[in-house]
């Protein structure tokens, strides 16, 4: 979308409706705080523009107010092809990372984008929608479900900077706790969601399961976050993000086959890549941390730690560990022979 058209559907919706108004340096005034940098000249001019197409008031007092006739229905601007795919594709793949005012006010777009992506000479753009994915190729499980209204309440606090009473249970735990939280952020991962913020009382924020939280209540009293919170800092010190730093250089060896799709999908930009008859050895510098670990082992027995001495430790290790689990008898192994076949009637289901 232009930043014309973008601002133009941004001064309408500031407009109330008659015989409330508007001035044009409170509506500059709005322009800015929402990240537009324009001139009161260049307000005039949209207004004067969007009049020709709008039901528009415009009083004879100074300065001028500026309001819509109440009972119109608003036209939405118009939308080219190319705008209307952009529209369909934000509300496809990244609705849910909005705040619930902003879902509400952009939904009359949505719904004029499906209707622009239907006329005939938008055929091949409508089609787009049907030729994109996004697919995981690693084993998942299901994305664990948040309540809706609780998403709403939460998205409207940290969207207000407001403090919210929510009542949550733990992992692995049945006891309620109804709590003040002052949220600070909301974290997506594959399967979950994260509610970062900081309980009353407390100094440091934490992290709490979105699906574990029963109830919210926006309290429309001004949050207090940290002195200094940083998002990005905070994921990267509890290790929910990777931290970019410290990087160490590493040297893996791969199977052959599996060293040279790493020419395609590279670990970094910066890696070297030597090719053996017997292996493909790895040579770059990363941050050492629970993904690198969890990456190496995903590749089994065609990948082994060179250096540093430390990771090939910790592989060792945990691969020692997993060889020992696997060694001890399973329940139906353990269990007499008459007994065996009756095992899984002594499992309890849940779920």
């Not at 001028?64 to 934000?90: C, H, I, Y």
């Not at 709490?208 to 905070?234: K, Y």
């Not at 941390?289 to 089994?300: A, H, K």
Request: aromatic residues 6%; contains cysteine; hydrophobic residues 40%.
């Amino acid at each position: 979308m232009s930043k014309i058209v973008s601002r133009k559907m941004a001064i309408l919706e500031m407009l109330p409706p008659h015989p409330r108004k508007i001035s044009t340096t409170d509506l500059l005034r709005k322009l800015m705080i929402e990240g537009f940098n324009t001139s009161l000249r260049t307000v005039q001019r949209d207004l004067k523009d969007l009049t020709d197409s709008y039901p528009l008031i415009c009083d004879d007092e100074n300065p001028a107010g500026w309001s819509v006739e109440p009972t119109a229905r608003r036209k939405l601007p118009d939308m080219d092809g190319d705008n209307a795919l952009a529209f369909a594709q934000l509300e496809q793949h990244l609705l849910t990372a909005l705040p619930p005012s902003s879902r509400k006010k952009l939904e009359p777009y949505f719904r004029h984008a499906q209707q622009t992506l239907t006329q005939p000479h938008n055929q091949s753009r409508a089609a787009w929608q049907s030729k994109i994915r996004f697919v995981r190729k690693t084993v998942l499980c299901l994305p664990a479900q948040a309540k809706p209204l609780v998403m709403e309440t939460l998205y409207q606090a940290l969207y207000n900077d407001t403090v919210v009473e929510i009542g949550y249970h733990k992992a692995n735990e049945f006891h309620r706790y109804d709590r003040r939280i002052h949220p600070c952020g909301v974290v997506f991962s594959e399967t979950e969601a994260f509610l970062i913020g900081r309980f009353e009382h407390q100094q440091e924020c934490q992290a709490i399961r979105l699906h574990h939280i029963e109830s919210a209540r926006d309290t429309l009293i001004p949050a207090q976050p940290p002195h200094g919170f940083d998002l990005d800092a905070w994921l990267a010190a509890h290790q929910l993000q990777p931290s970019p730093t410290p990087s160490e250089a590493i040297i893996l060896h791969f199977e052959p086959k599996i060293g040279i799709a790493l020419l395609d999908t590279k670990l970094t930009e910066e890696q070297r890549l030597e090719c053996h008859d017997d292996r493909v050895e790895l040579y770059a510098s990363v941050a050492i941390n629970e993904d690198l670990i969890r990456w190496i082992m995903s590749f089994g027995a065609a990948a082994r730690v060179i250096q540093p001495l430390s990771l090939r430790q910790t592989l060792l290790e945990r691969l020692q560990a997993a060889v020992r689990s696997y060694q001890q008898p399973t329940v139906a192994q353990a269990l007499p022979t008459s007994s065996a076949t009756q095992a899984p009637t002594l499992r309890r289901v849940i779920g």
